[in-house]
């Protein structure tokens, strides 16, 4: 694997980092409640990869080809990428939720 296959994991991580820091300056998730925002991702993030599981094993979903990939699988077709791509998708949830929330709150 060369540094070519990380490069869509690596814009995955970024994106992420990128959502923790907005948490944290308005304090949406993981800096007004670590618990239920930990137990909320988690939650989701499981239910997505069993939905994935589940359409890979009835052959509704396959694994695409991409040099951008790094090949590392978590299951037959289920590559690391789509696990950090949930979380990715749960969080922005998350935090979108949370976000308009506040803002309900504070009108």
């Known amino acids: 694997m060369d540094l070519t296959g990380l490069a869509y ?3 995955l991580a970024l994106s992420l980092a990128g959502l923790a820091i907005i948490d944290r300056r308005w304090r949406l998730a993981f800096w007004h409640a ?4 930990a137990l909320c991702l ?7 990869l ?3 599981v589940a359409g890979l094993l009835l052959g509704i979903f396959t694994r695409g080809e991409s040099p951008h990939m790094t090949g590392l699988l ?3 077709d289920l590559p690391v990428e789509e696990a950090v791509f949930l979380t990715l998708l749960c969080y922005v949830a ?3 939720w949370r976000g308009l929330e506040t803002w309900r709150a504070a009108r």
């Open 9 to 11: 994991l690596g814009a």
């Open 34 to 37: 670590p618990r239920r925002a």
């Open 42 to 48: 988690v939650i989701g993030v499981v239910g997505f």
């Open 50 to 52: 069993l939905w994935d």
């Open 74 to 76: 978590l299951a037959p």
């Open 94 to 96: 998350l935090l979108a």
